[in-house]
């Protein structure tokens, strides 16, 4: 959804506002969802850690998501935010030395001939220039993965998530003067963009992944059903917002998407190779 909502709320506010307001009402959700989930307040001594997380994962990635947001289609930004778990996995390898598999290179190389298919279909940099932005946006999120796994050997999974999104949102808060001024002014159906974003695809959002990570068997159980996103951000991009995905987007994307199942799933077709599971 927040592919879909991101594009028709930034027809009215601007890319900063957008991101206070929507991370707004999710913390003011999560403020009264904490207690009742039992969540407690971290440690003083690791609100540094949190305030790392919020400002990657929320406060800078909200910018550049929104950006790549405003200049490309849902089906287009959600492929690319697919590859977030591939360069989590990527940034676990040049960082700790975690090891990739042949495979895994090779999904790799896949993807970035994918990215290219998008970003050139049209013809040398003619198209796709919200691209950079979303490929930022996926950069940040695995970082910010990188992160939450370094908290959740401390907290759980809802506290880790929450309270980076209290610390987001307080830095989201620079934009307060020009977020209330454009909120006052827009109409009604910009307002109920923004909430839907704040409720769903945030507070709900971070909220019930938090839960299936930690209930589910393994974190692959989970991460796998991301293959769904780009599917379903194109038929709602399509049923509510009217956008037809272009053959750039079909073509780019299902090398892309090819290379994301091959990260994942190539090992199962290959016994006998060493291959990790992978990240969610």
């Not at 778990?85 to 001939?113: C, D, G, H, N, Y």
């Not at 998008?118 to 940040?140: K, Y």
Request: aromatic fraction near 16%; hydrophobic fraction near 55%.
């Amino acid at each position: 959804m927040a592919y879909v909502y991101t594009r028709m709320a930034l027809r009215h506010f601007s890319v900063y506002s957008l991101g206070l307001l929507r991370y707004i009402i999710a913390s003011a959700i999560l403020l009264v969802l904490a207690p009742m989930l039992g969540v407690r307040r971290p440690a003083f001594k690791d609100a540094p850690k949190f305030a790392f997380a919020g400002a990657i994962g929320f406060f800078l990635y909200m910018i550049v998501f929104n950006k790549g947001s405003a200049m490309e289609t849902a089906a287009t930004a959600s492929i690319i935010l697919a590859t977030a778990p591939v360069i989590t996995s990527l940034m676990s390898w040049a960082f700790f030395r975690e090891k990739l598999s042949a495979i895994q290179w090779a999904a790799i190389a896949v993807e970035f001939s994918g990215i290219l298919t998008l970003t050139l279909w049209n013809g040398v940099l003619s198209t796709g220039r919200g691209i950079p932005w979303l490929i930022a946006a996926a950069c940040l999120l695995g970082t910010f993965n990188l992160q939450q796994r370094k908290l959740v050997k401390i907290y759980s999974g809802l506290q880790a998530s929450i309270f980076s999104i209290f610390f987001g949102t307080a830095m989201l808060a620079v934009f307060a003067p020009s977020a209330f001024e454009e909120a006052r002014q827009a109409e009604p159906v910009f307002l109920y963009y923004a909430a839907v974003l704040g409720i769903f695809s945030s507070a709900l959002a971070y909220v019930t992944w938090s839960v299936a990570i930690e209930r589910a068997p393994g974190a692959s159980h989970v991460s796998n059903y991301m293959f769904l996103t780009p599917f379903v951000a194109s038929l709602l991009g399509f049923l509510i917002a009217g956008e037809i995905p272009g053959m750039g987007t079909l073509t780019g994307g299902a090398i892309i998407l090819f290379g994301v199942f091959l990260f994942n799933f190539g090992g199962r077709y290959f016994p006998g190779k060493d291959f990790p599971e992978p990240l969610g």
